[in-house]
């Protein structure tokens, strides 16, 4: 996979048939932003807007001075709690 030679971290479970169950992927940059500025963490999902109707999961950070950053972006075939 091209992101995983790069500056980024990610991660992929595959399920029946060996499709793509969940994907998330984070710039190791984003990381240390996030481990600096833990104290607002947003997380917003939106549904059913891409091709394979997957949720879109991005987490994101709120800086000190009010800027807000990209901590990493996720897609999931299915919600599930533990």
């Known amino acids: 996979m091209v992101m995983e030679k790069g500056d ?3 991660a992929v479970e595959t399920g029946d048939e060996n ?5 998330f992927f984070t710039h190791f ?3 240390e932003l996030a481990q600096a500025y833990p104290e607002v963490l947003l997380i917003n999902c939106t549904y059913r807007t891409n091709y394979y109707n997957m ?3 991005h987490f994101s950070g709120v800086t000190l001075t009010g800027k807000n950053f990209s901590i990493g972006f996720g897609f999931l075939s299915a919600e599930s709690e533990p």
């Open 29 to 31: 940059q984003a990381i």
């Open 8 to 10: 980024w971290a990610v």
């Open 19 to 23: 499709h793509i169950s969940m994907l």
């Open 55 to 57: 949720p879109f999961i």
